[in-house]
């Protein structure tokens, strides 16, 4: 159900998953998800984040980005960050990232944060091809991510340094089902 930029999603807990634009006063809660040690495992982001640094992330977002969190029961449990490319002849172009706290992985948040940034993407923003990352190891996301149709299109081998050790990552993209590719264009 849509209503005033809010989105409820799927029942968790006799609770409904509302998803909404992230504001300054969820800074704390992002913050709590990034403690998490599988979160921290499953991105780019370091250890030990600090709550001021989310609120600047927070009140920074470019204009051309949304920054959606997951709630449920008025908490915070999930965010989705979804990005404008910055090159002109990449306007059609959206990355994504997201996590949810370590507790509330599997129960249907993630789905809800990936079906509304989808959403907004292929609604809204015009958006043919959505690009993301995600760690070879990280199956839950994987998974996922292929549920909503995103393929895997490269391994970039040594991707990121994590725990003590290198680690691949898949490169993975989904392009919207209305896109009409030029098949004779391709073929030159």
């Excluded at 910055?86 to 809800?112: C, E, I, N, P, Y």
């Excluded at 993407?121 to 015009?126: E, I, M, S, T, Y």
């Amino acid at each position: 159900m849509r209503s005033h930029g809010r989105c409820e999603a799927a029942m968790t807990s006799g609770h409904p998953i509302v998803i909404r634009r992230a504001e300054p006063a969820d800074a704390e809660a992002i913050h709590e998800t990034f403690q998490g040690r599988h979160v921290i495992a499953g991105t780019l982001q370091m250890p030990y984040p600090s709550v001021e640094m989310w609120r600047k992330r927070i009140a920074d977002v470019a204009p051309d980005d949304y920054f959606l969190v997951a709630s449920i029961a008025g908490e915070v449990v999930g965010n989705l960050g979804l990005h404008a490319s910055k090159s002109l002849r990449r306007r059609h172009v959206g990355a994504l990232g997201m996590s949810v706290r370590d507790d509330r992985q599997r129960a249907g948040a993630g789905t809800a944060l990936l079906k509304a940034g989808i959403g907004l993407a292929d609604g809204w923003f015009n958006y043919q091809r959505l690009e993301l990352t995600v760690y070879t190891d990280n199956l839950g996301a994987l998974h996922l991510y292929q549920k909503f149709g995103f393929a895997i299109e490269g391994t970039s081998r040594a991707y990121a340094f994590r725990d003590g050790r290198y680690v691949d990552a898949y490169q993975m993209a989904r392009l919207n089902p209305a896109l009409k590719l030029n098949e004779a264009a391709s073929d030159e």
